[in-house]
């Protein structure tokens, strides 16, 4: 099979090949990007595999770095783009059940591609459009399956990660998973307790991001493999629940954390610990956080002005998204935006009055002068004043008298 016209992103990348082709070794290009290329998907990495060993590969280019030389993975870089260029290679003894203990680099491309783990990813692709396809990837492709290459047992056993891909890959492609590799991830699900969390959460996370989310649930769920990620082990009644209910991909990661927060009934300090353990960025997890009280809230029916506020536009969108397909009562995204949108202040620097002006005033600088601020903010933000200066600095000095 040839493809006749290649996306961009593979005549960019041409140069590299050539200049290695021009040398005497084999070069193409392989994994995601070409079974994405026919499935008609925008691609993402253009990843190089070759018969050139690394120091041939390094020695042919101005600027390469080691991404991972060890295993074979030069990165070279070519007008602003890097390129992961791998040699093709074979791996045995993974000990670890997810990194190979030693590669043995080859010259055959066959070889290489039978390490791979599934038929879809395991075609590889020349410059000229051809594909060459040893493992019936292209049958695969077209059957929508999901397949392990050569014995699911070993594919598993040599990276028990693998087991998370094939439910993501079914979630994102809406693939179904063959009958014997779904029994290969039936024996082997306690591999994947010896995977770091934060690796199968990535896997999850892509999961519920994917198009068809329940599909990808539904094996993690049937295959038993949620009993073996620490974090998920808990919740069956809430995972099947959400296969049950997910009708589309969650828009990004702070939807995805917010949806299992609210599905778990997480407390602050227990998204708060996971998403630590979790190795997240603190943004993410203080977007978790607000995001989630607001889905609460809109399930209470109870979204108040000063929680409109507090969780900003963007946020109100995501919590949105997460309350309508937990099928909880969710306003239209416009209702609660437009009520955010009609509020006389949107930040504390859009108050009429500053810090400063309420020195002038004669207030004193101190906690006093915080206090007196966060009570303006709330009052405005509340509708009980005006947001024009005279009628907060009266107010302000009425509420300070009171207090004292
Ligand atoms: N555990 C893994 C990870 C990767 N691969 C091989 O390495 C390629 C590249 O892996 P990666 O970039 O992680 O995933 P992609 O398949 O490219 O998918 P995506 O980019 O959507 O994550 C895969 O296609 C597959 O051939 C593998 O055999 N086993």
């Not at 008609?40 to 390094?58: F, M, Q, R």
């Not at 598993?156 to 079914?170: G, H, S, T, W, Y």
């Not at 009052?379 to 004292?404: D, M, R």
Request: proline share 3%; charged share 25%.
């Amino acid at each position: 099979m040839k493809i006749e016209t290649l996306p961009e992103e593979f005549i960019k990348a041409r140069p590299i090949i050539d200049t290695i082709e021009a040398a005497g070794y084999a070069a193409y290009y392989v994994g995601g990007s070409v079974r994405d290329t026919l499935l008609g998907l925008p691609i993402h990495d253009v990843d190089i595999a070759t018969s050139a060993y690394p120091e041939e590969v390094k020695a042919l280019f101005k600027r390469t770095v080691d991404t991972g030389i060890e295993h074979g993975t030069v990165m070279i870089l070519d007008h602003g783009t890097g390129y992961e260029t791998t040699t093709f290679r074979t791996e045995s003894g993974y000990q670890d059940y997810r990194r190979p203990d030693s590669v043995k680099f080859v010259r055959s491309l066959k070889e290489d591609l039978n390490r791979r783990d599934f038929t879809i990813n395991a075609l590889a692709l020349k410059t000229d459009g051809t594909i060459i396809d040893y493992f019936d990837g292209l049958t695969d492709l077209a059957e929508h399956r999901i397949k392990a290459v050569g014995d699911p047992e070993k594919r598993f056993n040599e990276d028990a990660l693998r087991m998370m891909r094939a439910v993501r890959f079914a979630s994102q492609l809406n693939f179904e998973i063959d009958p014997e590799t779904i029994e290969g991830i039936k024996h082997h699900g306690p591999l994947l307790t010896k995977i770091a969390v934060e690796r199968i959460h990535v896997e999850f996370v892509k999961m519920l991001l994917g198009q068809w989310p329940s599909k990808g649930l539904d094996v993690f769920m049937a295959t038993g493999l949620y009993q073996y990620c620490p974090d998920f082990k808990a919740y069956q009644e809430q995972l099947n629940h959400l296969r049950d209910q997910l009708k589309r991909g969650l828009s990004n990661e702070t939807a995805v954390w917010t949806l299992l927060a609210s599905v778990f009934d997480l407390s602050w300090k227990q998204v708060n610990q996971l998403l630590k353990d979790w190795k997240s960025a603190n943004q993410l997890i203080e977007d978790v956080q607000v995001a989630t009280q607001a889905v609460s809230a809109i399930s209470n029916h109870s979204v108040d002005d000063w929680l409109l506020y507090q969780t900003g536009s963007e946020l109100l969108t995501i919590a949105n998204e997460v309350a309508q397909q937990l099928d909880v009562f969710a306003y239209e995204t416009p209702d609660l935006l437009n009520r955010y949108q009609v509020l006389q202040i949107h930040s504390k620097k859009e108050l009429a009055v500053s810090g400063q002006d309420l020195m002038s005033a004669g207030i004193k600088p101190g906690p006093q002068l915080g206090q007196a601020l966060s009570f303006l903010e709330r009052q405005v933000v509340e509708n009980h004043l005006n947001n024009q200066t005279q009628e907060l600095l009266s107010a302000a000095i009425k509420f300070l008298n009171e207090k004292a």
